[in-house]
């Protein structure tokens, strides 16, 4: 009797330790937000988008069912890149940092868990123009309605910032309730190849499109494009 | 005899597949043809970086097109990178599998990695000498400067080595891009030569604030006061200034010393508002622009940039303030012996199996340092050109005279920053050259940027940081296997595979046994001679 006793008690004190293992202290969005640039942060979010892994580095869009989250140059091999598809949940300790305006994490480290989600669209046309439009940054958006303007004096509907080798972003400006914004197709999100790429190229002044992207910001708001289809 | 035949078989027929596995390795060295070819069609690749700046993109097409209609039968296909270190990694990448660019805009750091790869890049000391197709050579269709018509310091940092490996394009230095408007409000006088005691004491002052919290300089919420742009550029001209050391010509690393721990002692003490980098807060011109920086370092070559009648613009136009912008040499140890970095493009041409193409590359690397191309692409940034012969056209003269008259082609601070250049060449340098010397430069900056980070984020930067921030600058930029370890060519192609392990293996026993099976029929031969002799 006691031997099963004491196989018992060993038995518990184990599941007990199991239970007990280090505890991780999650930064809510809310926290995230209020936080001063330089805080460390340890947030539970989902990959969306992957925009380049370079040097074992990479850059990431995430979201959760909170808000979103760009992990900039997260150290990551390729092995472990190549396992972060849309939905895939990580956990990410890092620095909260801002860029040129865009809030990110920095000088992270991560793991994958178990779990999957994948955020859906946020119409944010009403908020274009206004001060609310920054609590949206990062996530998952779409604009709809909108007119394409002529990027510059020349009277093109957009720009290659690499006109020889298209090798780099697509920039093009569309407006609403006679507004302009400047958006872009990240190259290394969306490259050469991609519809959206290509839908930029077909662009004409005048053109009524429905896009989706990415809210990101640099010194103001510079959506990274991932979807431009006709208005419907 | 009959036994070493399959033996000789054997080989013939191994050796080309090792010779020609496993990238460019064993290339021969450029022979220069006597003649070009000009019946031959040649599509060569030229890759270049730009600055995001429409008109640069247009000289090299321009000096393409014109280049083209010189050498009908060249054809230059060109890739533009929006910065150097992709060119660097591309080139990388391609040497393992032999598909470099014919010619490459680069920096000499990296061109040093290249050279690792044997005969990858063309030696041009002989090039340049060669009578038809060299420097100002006879059967040239272009009129291309002499040696001694290039910028002497700018030419001789493309020597790497024992060799010249490279042809500079285009020099810029760095500048320190003030608003005299701020200084002067704080009751500062900008001296003839900045220190760096200065600006940490201006920076320092201009963090005063309002009872509400806003800054008093400028009203705002945002100031930061000291923007660097590049620090490892940061770093390299300090320890310069200061006499102290960085590395050896030979690849001895020197940069973590007791000097280095005092500046950056000095950085952390103002890392706290006073001071920030590109890295860690964005473009030092666009918080300059907006009245939110008072010293902005940053390369003359981004000189459009700045001011707040900036040809070019990166942030709103109703964020721009009214101010005016003083163009200065970088802040300094010592006024007295001033000290700043010489940088820039220069061309590198790779090696491929047939001369005549090389020798089509070279002609282009060279056409890019006649006048035209020269002027027309310095004057789109505050570049200077490389070449005296270029710098003393009328036409460049006049462009400099004309500063100010408009805020474009002539814009002010465009002009003056090429003029910093031009009038303190004599203090320029650049840092020694081997390889490795390019993840050096990237120590020198990341020592900076981690000490700036650690501040902010308040942690204990002491003695004992330092040691822990060499050793982890160190490792991570493995700095220790600079001289002895692998090199980043050898690790870009990887460990040979088995199967050449095992080929190259069994090449060398088949040679010793041709050796022996030789020395031995030669030895029975003579004793046998010997003996009918005897």
Same mark, same amino acid.
């Given at each position: ?6 196989a ?13 293992g280090?505890k991780?202290?999650?930064?809510t969005?809310a ?27 990479? +850059?990431?869009?995430?979201q959760? %069912?909170? =808000?979103a989250?760009f992990? /900039?140059?997260? @150290?990551?091999? &390729?092995? !472990?890149?190549d396992k ?27 793991e994958?868990?178990s ?12 908020v ?5 439009l ?6 998952k ?5 909108m +007119?394409v303007?002529?990027?510059? %004096?020349? =009277?093109?509907?957009?720009? /290659?910032?690499? @006109?020889?080798? &298209?090798? !780099? ?5 569309v ?16 490259g ?6 290509k839908?930029v190229?077909a ?14 910001w640099y010194?103001g ?12 | 005899?009959?036994k ?10 191994f ?11 064993g ?16 599509e ?7 600055d ?5 993109t ?7 097109a ?24 591309d ?10 660019p ?20 063309v ?5 340049f000498?060669?009578?038809k197709y060299?420097?100002?050579g006879s ?9 001694d018509?290039?910028?002497p ?10 060799g010249?490996y ?5 020099r ?5 891009y ?21 600006i ?27 923007i ?10 300090y320890?310069?200034?200061?006499g102290?050391?960085?590395?050896t ?68 136009k109703e964020?721009?303030?009214e ?12 006024p ?13 041409v ?13 002609l ?62 004599q ?5 020694p ?6 993840s ?7 020592l ?25 600058v160190n ?14 060519m050898?690790?870009a ?42």
């Amino acid at each position: 009797m006691k031997k099963i006793l004491a196989a018992i008690l060993a038995l518990t004190s184990l599941i007990v330790m199991c239970a007990c293992g280090p505890k991780v202290e999650l930064t809510t969005y809310a926290q995230f937000k209020a936080a001063a640039v330089e805080t460390e942060v340890t947030v539970e979010t989902y990959v969306q988008a992957k925009q380049s892994w370079w040097n074992d580095k990479a +850059t990431i869009y995430t979201q959760n %069912e909170e =808000g979103a989250y760009f992990l /900039y140059e997260l @150290p990551c091999s &390729k092995e !472990d890149y190549d396992k972060l598809t849309e939905g895939t949940k990580i956990r990410v300790t890092g620095h909260k940092a801002e860029w040129a305006g865009e809030v990110e994490i920095i000088d992270s480290k991560f793991e994958i868990l178990s779990g999957s989600y994948v955020a859906p669209v946020t119409d944010v046309t009403g908020v274009l123009g206004t001060d609310k439009l920054i609590d949206y940054m990062n996530m998952k958006v779409a604009f709809k309605g909108m +007119t394409v303007e002529a990027y510059d %004096e020349t =009277g093109a509907a957009f720009a /290659y910032k690499d @006109p020889e080798g &298209k090798t !780099d972003d697509l920039y093009f400006k569309v407006s609403k309730d006679g507004q302009t914004y400047g958006f872009c197709v990240e190259f290394y999100l969306c490259g050469k190849d991609t519809d959206v790429y290509k839908a930029v190229e077909a662009l004409k002044v005048g053109d009524k499109i429905d896009l989706e992207g990415f809210l990101y910001w640099y010194n103001g708001a510079n959506p990274h494009i991932t979807s431009v289809k006709a208005a419907q | 005899m009959k036994k070493v035949l399959p033996l000789i078989l054997v080989m013939l027929v191994f050796l080309p597949a090792l010779v020609s596995c496993h990238g460019s390795h064993g290339m021969l060295e450029f022979q220069m043809p006597e003649t070009f070819d000009g019946s031959k069609q040649y599509e060569l690749v030229f890759w270049a970086k730009n600055d995001t700046n429409k008109i640069q993109t247009k000289v090299y097409t321009d000096a393409i097109a014109s280049f083209q209609e010189l050498y009908p039968n060249i054809k230059i296909k060109l890739s533009l990178y929006g910065d150097y270190g992709r060119i660097y990694n591309d080139v990388i990448t391609n040497i393992a599998t032999g598909t470099t660019p014919d010619v490459c805009i680069t920096y000499p750091d990296h061109i040093a990695t290249y050279m690792t790869g044997e005969n990858t890049v063309v030696r041009l000391d002989e090039v340049f000498k060669d009578e038809k197709y060299g420097l100002h050579g006879s059967e040239l269709k272009f009129d291309s400067p002499g040696f001694d018509q290039i910028v002497p310091q700018f030419i001789e940092e493309c020597k790497i080595k024992d060799g010249y490996y490279a042809i500079p394009y285009m020099r810029s230095t760095e500048a320190c891009y003030i608003n005299k408007t701020f200084v002067e409000a704080l009751g500062y006088e900008i001296p003839e030569t900045l220190t760096w005691d200065f600006i940490w004491e201006v920076s320092e002052a201009a963090l005063a604030k309002n009872g509400d919290g806003t800054y008093k300089l400028n009203g705002g919420n945002v100031m930061i006061p000291f923007i660097y742009k590049s620090t490892d550029n940061m770093m390299i001209q300090y320890l310069k200034q200061a006499g102290a050391g960085y590395s050896t010509s030979d690849g001895e690393i020197l940069i973590f010393n007791d000097q280095t721990k005092e500046f950056l002692q000095t950085v952390a003490a103002h890392s706290n508002g006073a001071f920030s980098t590109f890295k860690i807060s964005s473009y030092p011109g666009n918080f300059f622009n907006a009245g939110q920086c008072i010293f902005a370092i940053d390369s003359t070559a981004g000189a459009t940039w700045i001011g707040s009648k900036a040809t070019h613009l990166d942030i709103p136009k109703e964020d721009l303030i009214e101010f005016e912008t003083v163009v200065k040499m970088i802040p300094q140890v010592n006024p007295d012996a001033p000290y700043m970095i010489s940088q820039g493009p220069s061309l590198c041409v790779f090696n491929k199996k047939d001369p005549q193409r090389v020798l089509a590359a070279w002609l282009f690397a060279q056409y890019l340092l006649t006048d035209t191309v020269q002027i027309t692409y310095a004057e789109t940034e505050g570049y200077v050109p490389v070449t005296l012969k270029a710098q003393e056209t009328a036409e460049y003269k006049e462009y400099l005279s004309r500063a100010g008259e408009d805020n474009d082609h002539y814009y002010k601070v465009k002009i003056e920053a090429s003029e910093l250049l031009l009038k303190n060449r004599q203090y320029t340098f650049t840092t020694p050259v081997f390889n490795g010397s390019a993840s050096l430069r990237d120590a020198a900056g990341q020592l900076i940027e981690n000490t700036v980070k650690s501040v902010r984020r308040k942690e204990t930067v002491d003695d004992a940081y330092f040691v822990k921030l060499y050793s982890d600058v160190n490792a991570l930029y493995r700095l220790d296997q600079i001289n002895t370890g692998e090199s980043v060519m050898q690790k870009a192609l990887g460990k040979l595979p088995k199967t050449a392990v095992f080929l190259l293996v069994s090449l060398g026993a088949v040679w010793t046994l041709i050796a022996a099976g030789f020395i031995y029929r030669v030895v029975r031969k003579k004793r046998a001679e010997m003996r009918e002799k005897t």
